[in-house]
């Protein structure tokens, strides 16, 4: 069983920048690829961003490409999502999620274990 817990949500106007964060409870954490996904008001939860067990390797949205950042730190159990050049639209309840698997995967029932999410606000 694999907790997590993000942190880091807040509101911000557009043009700003969040830093979200997801620290997993299970010291095999490195065993996992992580995800971030996201859900907005009257929307189907959506992937945002995901990467594979070490980092190397990284796959995006496209609606977030060039503005968002994955990055993880396996000695700390932790995740990270560095959002930049934030829009309205960006608003959202995001998730983190992990899948017992060296490869990241954008399909979000791929994974196993779900945080309780964080909320995002952009205003105009």
């Known amino acids: 069983q694999v907790q997590l817990v993000e942190s880091g949500g807040g509101l911000v106007q557009a043009g700003g920048s969040l830093r979200l964060s997801c620290a997993a409870s299970?010291?095999?954490?490195?065993?996992?690829?992580m995800g971030w996904f996201r859900q907005a008001p009257g929307k189907e939860r959506e992937f945002v961003v995901a990467?594979?067990?070490?980092?190397?390797?990284?796959y995006y949205a496209d609606s977030v490409k060039g503005r968002f950042t994955i990055s993880r730190n396996n000695a700390k159990n932790t995740v990270y999502l560095q959002m930049n050049s934030l829009k309205p639209e960006d608003t959202a309840v995001y998730y983190c999620?992990?899948?017992?698997?060296?490869?990241?995967?954008?399909?979000?029932?791929?994974?196993?274990?779900w945080g309780q999410g964080t909320q995002v606000t952009v205003s105009s």
């Open positions: 990467i594979n067990w070490n980092g190397d390797s990284t």
């Open positions: 299970r010291r095999t954490f490195s065993s996992y690829a």
């Open positions: 999620a992990a899948v017992r698997s060296a490869i990241a995967t954008e399909h979000q029932y791929d994974y196993n274990y």
